[in-house]
């Protein structure tokens, strides 16, 4: 058998950015530490913290009044900053810097009392964090091609479109070309909303699936570019499952498969990777494994100031 790995998966410069964030903060400041929402969507990654006395919460007024936060790499809304400074919160803010360019874009879309369409999935912390940042009456949400149908904009008023940056990329070019055709005025945002992390593993992805039998997606069930990995694999014709830890992967599905691809979402640390690879050779002893070298290696983004050595 050969294993396959994904030219560009794992962690991206924004979840390395995220957890360096809350590494710091613990060696700087000690536990207990507060963070607002889970720091990456990784059960390993929320798991470890834990066990080094994170507290993740979900509400501002479960922390300690004058405690130290984080705010996770998805972003939050301005309301959660607000009650942060009404609580005297110290916080740091680990959102990744392309959804916080994408804030930007929705505050300027705001602003200027464009009807802004949100392309994403309700009820995702990060479409939550965007939503924050354009006025309610302006707002308008939609995951799929029938909410563009529905949506009843004058056809008159100037209309933007932002996104969510962890979608499919196929599937938000379709949505994109619809809102065009309904907008023929519609403005984008300059550049894709849609990260580099979530392009490229897509991309490699395609590629497994070319070649490759059957592909597994590492990644936890709240992940979403995660399950677009997956989805990815799927449509591209090859049968494509996901799995949050090595042990879920029900061997069976490698039966009479020569060439296995494997995968991880932008939140997913390599241990799992190697873990499966691992539990692979154990049942099939002759395997051998393809990696590529990560063309990513050098996207980094720094430190927020608070935290960078003196
Ligand atoms: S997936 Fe993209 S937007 Fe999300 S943290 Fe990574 S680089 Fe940032």
């Not at 065009?180 to 909303?193: E, G, T, V, W, Y």
């Amino acid at each position: 058998m050969d294993i396959y790995l994904a030219k560009t998966q794992g962690f991206c410069a924004g979840v390395s950015f995220a957890i360096e964030i809350v590494d710091e903060a613990l060696r700087r400041f000690g536990a207990p530490l507060y963070v607002y929402h889970e720091i990456v969507h990784n059960t390993y990654v929320v798991n470890q913290f834990r066990d080094k006395g994170v507290i993740f919460v979900e509400r501002i007024q479960d922390v300690p009044e004058g405690s130290r936060i984080i705010f996770s790499a998805h972003g939050v809304p301005p309301t959660v900053i607000e009650q942060a400074e009404a609580r005297r919160l110290q916080f740091v803010d680990a959102t990744c810097p392309l959804v916080t360019k994408v804030h930007n874009e929705a505050t300027k879309f705001s602003n200027h009392h464009y009807e802004t369409v949100l392309i994403g999935h309700r009820g995702h912390q990060e479409l939550i964090g965007t939503a924050g940042y354009v006025d309610p009456q302006y707002l308008h949400i939609v995951e799929d091609e029938e909410d563009i149908d529905a949506l009843n904009i004058d056809p008159q008023a100037p209309v933007a479109f932002i996104t969510q940056t962890t979608l499919s990329v196929d599937d938000t070019e379709a949505m994109v070309e619809k809102l065009k055709q309904k907008f023929p005025n519609l403005n984008a945002p300059p550049r894709s909303d849609l990260c580099y992390a979530t392009q490229n593993r897509q991309d490699s992805v395609k590629e497994l699936a070319k070649d490759c039998d059957v592909i597994i997606i590492c990644g936890s069930p709240n992940s979403s570019n995660s399950n677009r990995l997956r989805e990815t694999g799927e449509k591209a014709g090859c049968p494509s499952y996901i799995i949050d830890t090595a042990d879920e992967l029900d061997l069976s599905v490698l039966n009479g498969k020569k060439k296995v691809g494997i995968s991880s979402g932008a939140s997913v640390p390599r241990i799992i990777v190697d873990d499966l690879v691992a539990r692979i050779q154990q049942r099939h002893p002759d395997s051998r494994v393809h990696e590529f070298d990560n063309p990513e290696k050098n996207i980094v983004f720094a430190l927020p100031k608070e935290l960078r050595e003196n």
